[in-house]
């Protein structure tokens, strides 16, 4: 029975668009808004670089969440008067690495941000985290605008910590990993690519609940104001 159980949850899950259904369900939560005339800060969480590579190798390198860091640089071009806050500290666990700030920092620099531009917090383990820092660390003022750049499906548990941190941004997602209209319910023939949208989509509704029974954000399933 169990067995039996398993194999027809595996066909779900690596055959049908249900990986996708699920994680488009988090990544349509907020729609990425119109630019405005100003931007005063643009925060950007960490998480598209990987520490281990950059660590053994010398060199920035970009994962599948590069698009963070490519749209913060382009707002950059467009926003020549705004801050660029990059939060992203040591997320390993069993090894040593390095802050994912220390290659942040290599990466703008390598494209021509000026480093006066540019805020760091290598203190942030988590979103909770990332969204106290940056505020501490960003002093936000009245009146002033700040985006907030990080994966589509991760954007409602990030706004819900910086509710409750007290810092008023405007979600600006990024990172799409499912497509929209009729495409969304075609999945992949690699059947790996179907079980991996599953498997981060549980973990993200997994990190929802979490956080919000444990205060760190103020709704279970955030969404725009």
């Known amino acids: 029975m169990l067995y039996g159980l398993a194999a027809f949850a595996l066909v779900l899950c690596s055959l049908t668009p249900a990986g996708l259904v699920m994680t488009a369900v988090l990544e349509d939560r907020f729609p990425r808004p119109a630019l405005p005339d100003r931007v005063d800060g643009i925060i950007v969480l960490g998480g598209m670089f990987d520490t281990r590579v950059a660590r053994t190798r010398g060199v920035p390198e970009l994962n599948e969440a590069a698009d963070r860091a490519t749209t913060a640089r382009a707002l950059a071009f467009r926003y020549p008067q705004a801050r660029i806050l990059f939060s992203g500290g040591v997320a390993a666990v069993l090894e040593e690495d390095i802050p994912e700030t220390d290659v942040a920092e290599a990466f703008f620099a390598a494209l021509e941000l000026d480093p006066d531009r540019l805020l760091l917090d290598h203190r942030a383990r988590d979103t909770f985290e990332n969204a106290v820092y940056a505020r501490e660390l960003a002093q936000p003022q009245p009146g002033e605008t700040w985006l ?44 790996t690519r179907n079980l991996e949208k599953v498997h981060f989509a549980i973990r993200e509704y997994v990190g929802l609940l979490a956080y919000y029974l444990a205060g760190r954000t103020d709704a279970l399933f955030p969404a725009p104001r």
């Open 148 to 191: 907030l750049i990080t994966s589509a499906s991760h954007m409602p548990r990030a706004v819900g910590c910086f509710r409750v941190a007290g810092f008023d941004v405007v979600a600006y997602p990024v990172d799409y990993r499912t497509p929209s209209g009729p495409a969304l319910w075609r999945p992949s023939t690699a059947t």
